[in-house]
Nanobody, 124 residues
């Protein structure tokens, strides 16, 4: 079992920045690819970013490329999502997730563990 707890969400003006954190406990953190997903109001959960077990590879959704960065610190069992140049359409509940798959999974059904999420609201 892996427990995931997100933090760092909040209310921000368009153009601002936030840094989300997700701390994992339980099984070895370095054995999981880690992803960030978001669920806008009234919409389905969507892929945002994923990082490989070592942190050497990442993939971002086209909608956030150039604005968001995903990183991880295996010593701290933590994955981060740095969000810059935020837009109102980035408003969503952001969830981190853990996948045992070694590639860069982007589908929700490829992840075994999920956090409760943290709300991000971007005002125009």
């Amino acid at each position: 079992q892996v427990q995931l707890v997100e933090s760092g969400g909040g209310l921000v003006q368009a153009g601002g920045s936030l840094r989300l954190s997700c701390v994992a406990s339980g099984r070895a953190f370095s054995g999981y690819s880690m992803g960030w997903f978001r669920q806008p109001p009234g919409k389905e959960r969507e892929f945002v970013a994923v990082i490989s077990r070592s942190g050497g590879s990442t993939k971002l959704a086209d909608s956030v490329k150039g604005r968001f960065t995903i990183s991880r610190d295996n010593a701290k069992s933590t994955v981060y999502l740095q969000m810059n140049s935020l837009k109102p359409e980035d408003t969503a509940v952001y969830h981190c997730a853990a996948s045992p798959r070694y590639y860069l999974p982007q589908r929700t059904d490829e992840y075994d563990y999920w956090g409760q999420g943290t709300q991000v609201t971007v005002e125009s």
